[in-house]
């Protein structure tokens, strides 16, 4: 439509016979627009639905996000009309310009009839320049594109604009982009009293009279529907290619996006990861046991096996397989992915419609991963199966992440240090004791090493991890001849052990195994345990 600054008197001294046509068309212009503009609004768009799509969420935009789309133009932004979250879309808005020359007079969203559509008005430098303006989708979730379904548009406004005699033909066309990246055209809708001259991807008029502005005359009315998935759409305005344009400045439609449809899918994602919370496999070691010292490898390591994925410091792992199960039968399978390397390393997403499910609302994430598979990641940090607490309304599930680490970066340290004795000693922590991981000499302040002596020993255990090692029981096999290539045999003996820790049973003058009650070894701690045996024996061992 052609909107003009000025009025002026389209009469002059010329005869009739020469202007005929052009008053003839004038004058029914006129008598059209003094019919009421409200008998002539506009008429839903027939494609605006989801029919014949099982189980698919509809939505439209709302005016919020017309008006978010346009304040951030060749920007991504979330919408709010996603039919309750159904719908994790996200949509940018991009302009193009045929020719540098063409002024970008408006772009504004408005409310009419409680329709909200976008107004664009251009000053084209010549018959032949267009604008293209282009819709975007993305899954706000995964941020990939998205494609939705029966995706409906509108314009309004598309005439000719025979107003002093500019010759200016609307034509508008969609065009959409499919999942093969191909484009594609739209399907015209039937809108009943359109006077509107179509054909399969183009929209342009027959009627010889400007629509009123900004009133969605139904008369100027263009519908339609794209036949499948797109990931964008593109809305191109310009001219029919009538070659007599005397003025094309000034030239507006309104359009809208009436309707997308998409079936919801359930998101399931997270990351199988190495909580080494950063030390290096090189520096890693299952022996050391300063979690204290500034300068050893295990100090200050707040996220080293802490059971949670702290990118900043840890990567991914491959080789592991995940699955979305059927938490009461972890062999019901409704997804699977096996971790793979790159960019990507150790992530996973499962994608899938609630049909999927049977039914099933108990669903779980189990984490696996066979022994042999380089490199080895033996020990868990995290439990291998989650619970995701699935709900029909929810539709997002990150961060299940799975923790594992190397054998040298295990939680538990075990010291095992003696001191040989008299056995005369009351006090298994008493000072004159030379605990030690050194082996045993029977020079310095060792007493004489033969048959008949002691031997105490000091059991250190250091939980390296941040988090409690639970059910944690010590076991230390007293040696015994022939077994292990002993050649003498140990047996308990006094002082007593410290009360209601070991429960293995033993009593002074036994061989067997030590072993304490089940307790739990709180994160960054250490617990030590004593005993003191005899070495060989002058009675006889049970």
């Given at each position: 439509?052609?909107?003009?600054?000025?009025?002026?008197?389209?009469?002059?001294?010329?005869?009739?016979?020469?202007?005929?046509?052009?008053?003839?068309?004038?004058?029914?212009?006129?008598?059209?627009?003094?019919?009421?503009?409200?008998?002539?609004?506009?008429?839903?768009?027939?494609?605006?639905?989801?029919?014949?799509?099982?189980?698919?969420?509809?939505?439209?935009?709302?005016?919020?996000?017309?008006?978010?789309?346009?304040?951030?133009?060749?920007?991504?932004?979330?919408?709010?009309?996603?039919?309750?979250?159904?719908?994790?879309?996200?949509?940018?808005?991009?302009?193009?310009?045929?020719?540098?020359?063409?002024?970008?007079?408006?772009?504004?969203?408005?409310?009419?009839?409680?329709?909200?559509?976008?107004?664009?008005?251009?000053?084209?430098?010549?018959?032949?320049?267009?604008?293209?303006?282009?819709?975007?989708?993305?899954?706000?979730?995964?941020?990939?594109?998205?494609?939705?379904?029966?995706?409906?548009?509108?314009?309004?406004?598309?005439?000719?604009?025979?107003?002093?005699?500019?010759?200016?033909?609307?034509?508008?066309?969609?065009?959409?982009?499919?999942?093969?990246?191909?484009?594609?055209?739209?399907?015209?809708?039937?809108?009943?009293?359109?006077?509107?001259?179509?054909?399969?991807?183009?929209?342009?008029?027959?009627?010889?009279?400007?629509?009123?502005?900004?009133?969605?005359?139904?008369?100027?009315?263009?519908?339609?529907?794209?036949?499948?998935?797109?990931?964008?759409?593109?809305?191109?305005?310009?001219?029919?290619?009538?070659?007599?344009?005397?003025?094309?400045?000034?030239?507006?439609?309104?359009?809208?996006?009436?309707?997308?449809?998409?079936?919801?899918?359930?998101?399931?994602?997270?990351?199988?990861?190495?909580?080494?919370?950063?030390?290096?496999?090189?520096?890693?070691?299952?022996?050391?046991?300063?979690?204290?010292?500034?300068?050893?490898?295990?100090?200050?390591?707040?996220?080293?096996?802490?059971?949670?994925?702290?990118?900043?410091?840890?990567?991914?792992?491959?080789?592991?397989?995940?699955?979305?199960?059927?938490?009461?039968?972890?062999?019901?399978?409704?997804?699977?992915?096996?971790?793979?390397?790159?960019?990507?390393?150790?992530?996973?997403?499962?994608?899938?419609?609630?049909?999927?499910?049977?039914?099933?609302?108990?669903?779980?994430?189990?984490?696996?991963?066979?022994?042999?598979?380089?490199?080895?990641?033996?020990?868990?940090?995290?439990?291998?199966?989650?619970?995701?607490?699935?709900?029909?309304?929810?539709?997002?599930?990150?961060?299940?992440?799975?923790?594992?680490?190397?054998?040298?970066?295990?939680?538990?340290?075990?010291?095992?240090?003696?001191?040989?004795?008299?056995?005369?000693?009351?006090?298994?922590?008493?000072?004159?004791?030379?605990?030690?991981?050194?082996?045993?000499?029977?020079?310095?302040?060792?007493?004489?090493?033969?048959?008949?002596?002691?031997?105490?020993?000091?059991?250190?255990?250091?939980?390296?991890?941040?988090?409690?090692?639970?059910?944690?029981?010590?076991?230390?096999?007293l040696q015994k001849k022939d077994a292990n290539n002993a050649t003498v045999t140990s047996v308990l003996t006094s002082p007593a052990r410290e009360a209601n820790?070991?429960?293995?049973?033993?009593?002074?003058?036994?061989?067997?195994?030590?072993?304490?009650?089940?307790?739990?070894?709180?994160?960054?701690?250490?617990?030590?345990?004593?005993?003191?045996?005899?070495?060989?024996?002058?009675?006889?061992?049970?």
């Amino acid at each position: 439509m052609y909107k003009a600054k000025t009025s002026s008197n389209i009469t002059n001294a010329f005869s009739f016979s020469k202007y005929q046509s052009q008053i003839l068309n004038f004058i029914g212009f006129i008598i059209l627009s003094l019919i009421s503009t409200s008998s002539f609004a506009f008429l839903a768009n027939p494609g605006a639905n989801c029919t014949g799509i099982t189980g698919a969420s509809q939505g439209s935009l709302t005016s919020a996000d017309y008006t978010k789309i346009l304040s951030s133009l060749d920007s991504f932004v979330d919408v709010e009309g996603n039919a309750a979250g159904s719908i994790p879309l996200q949509v940018k808005m991009s302009i193009v310009e045929s020719s540098a020359n063409t002024v970008a007079r408006t772009l504004r969203s408005s409310t009419i009839s409680d329709k909200t559509i976008i107004n664009v008005t251009r000053d084209f430098p010549n018959a032949a320049a267009s604008t293209d303006i282009t819709f975007e989708f993305r899954n706000s979730i995964t941020l990939q594109p998205i494609f939705l379904r029966n995706v409906a548009l509108s314009a309004f406004d598309i005439d000719y604009s025979n107003t002093y005699n500019t010759r200016f033909y609307d034509l508008i066309r969609f065009t959409g982009i499919n999942s093969a990246k191909a484009t594609i055209p739209s399907v015209q809708q039937t809108v009943e009293e359109s006077f509107l001259n179509t054909n399969q991807e183009s929209l342009f008029t027959r009627i010889d009279f400007n629509c009123p502005a900004n009133s969605l005359d139904k008369r100027c009315q263009g519908s339609v529907q794209f036949p499948e998935p797109v990931r964008s759409v593109t809305m191109t305005y310009t001219n029919t290619g009538f070659s007599s344009t005397t003025t094309t400045s000034l030239q507006e439609i309104d359009f809208s996006i009436d309707n997308y449809c998409y079936v919801p899918q359930y998101i399931f994602s997270g990351t199988v990861f190495d909580d080494n919370g950063g030390i290096p496999a090189g520096s890693a070691d299952k022996d050391n046991a300063d979690i204290m010292t500034p300068s050893s490898v295990y100090a200050n390591r707040s996220n080293y096996f802490n059971g949670l994925f702290n990118p900043s410091q840890e990567l991914g792992i491959s080789g592991s397989t995940v699955r979305l199960v059927n938490c009461a039968k972890t062999n019901t399978t409704y997804a699977q992915s096996v971790i793979g390397s790159g960019a990507t390393i150790g992530q996973y997403q499962f994608s899938v419609p609630i049909s999927t499910f049977d039914g099933i609302t108990n669903l779980c994430i189990v984490e696996e991963r066979a022994p042999t598979i380089f490199p080895f990641y033996p020990i868990r940090t995290t439990t291998d199966n989650l619970n995701t607490g699935f709900a029909a309304t929810k539709y997002n599930y990150p961060n299940n992440n799975f923790g594992r680490v190397i054998p040298a970066n295990a939680a538990l340290v075990l010291e095992k240090e003696q001191a040989p004795n008299n056995c005369n000693i009351t006090s298994l922590t008493d000072s004159s004791l030379k605990y030690s991981k050194s082996p045993l000499s029977s020079s310095g302040d060792n007493p004489d090493i033969r048959p008949g002596q002691c031997i105490a020993y000091r059991i250190t255990a250091t939980n390296r991890a941040n988090m409690p090692i639970d059910n944690f029981i010590m076991q230390d096999a007293l040696q015994k001849k022939d077994a292990n290539n002993a050649t003498v045999t140990s047996v308990l003996t006094s002082p007593a052990r410290e009360a209601n820790v070991f429960n293995d049973g033993l009593s002074n003058g036994q061989n067997g195994t030590i072993k304490t009650i089940s307790q739990t070894l709180p994160k960054r701690d250490k617990r030590l345990f004593y005993f003191n045996t005899k070495y060989g024996s002058t009675v006889n061992a049970q």
